[in-house]
């Protein structure tokens, strides 16, 4: 719901009709998330995959290919501020896209749902890396990622095609260095002593 709201606030504010089309495409989201805001994603899936909802697919698609087809006209309109308010309400418009994808997937395996979710955040960094692109020659990024996600999956048994369900799982590191391959770097932390931050829980105050 917060990319839906950033996508919604950005066009208020720079085409309200524009606004309003986007509140239209993403009602179709309504009927799900009421009693629990916080699993709209997967009372959706859910749903559409029982049977009880029609699938959001086309109204997303519809929403992002509007936003890109209008990209020159937006961002001509203050130059590098629009620039980066039209990028975030962009790549705010593509992870609803991917969202609704990934909570369908969810519930026909796992392997489907983690690539999913992997290819999304990949095709968000060289978004990012190409924005930044038009400011500096060669942009650095910097990824903090899960090692789950940081490595790469082919050197892992993640790879392999007789998983139950058939599908090889990809991620973060094995995608970048596929498609940089002469560019990324893996830099790993490993220690047998000293101390760590952490948390008990997801989200839960973290402890040294």
């Not at 524009?18 to 899936?45: M, T, W």
């Amino acid at each position: 719901r917060s990319s839906i709201a950033a996508v919604v606030d950005y066009l208020e504010r720079v085409d309200p009709p524009a606004a309003a089309a986007a509140k239209h495409r993403y009602a179709c989201f309504d009927q799900v998330g009421i009693s629990d805001p916080e699993n709209l994603g997967q009372e959706y899936g859910y749903a559409v995959t029982s049977g009880s909802l029609d699938p959001c697919e086309d109204a997303v698609v519809a929403e992002l290919v509007d936003l890109n087809r209008r990209a020159l006209a937006l961002v001509s309109q203050d130059g590098r501020v629009a620039e980066d308010a039209f990028f975030a309400a962009q790549r705010n418009a593509a992870l609803v896209h991917d969202a609704e994808l990934y909570y369908r997937a969810m519930y026909h395996g796992r392997a489907s749902s983690w690539n999913l979710r992997d290819s999304h955040m990949v095709d968000t960094l060289a978004a990012l890396r190409e924005h930044l692109g038009r400011r500096v020659s060669k942009p650095k990024v910097v990824v903090w990622a899960h090692n789950a996600h940081v490595g790469d999956a082919r050197a892992t048994e993640l790879s392999r095609p007789d998983l139950p369900g058939g599908e090889p799982q990809h991620n973060v590191g094995q995608l970048v260095r596929t498609r940089w391959p002469y560019e990324s770097f893996i830099i790993g932390q490993t220690t047998s002593h000293g101390s760590v931050t952490a948390a008990t829980d997801w989200g839960g105050p973290t402890l040294r």
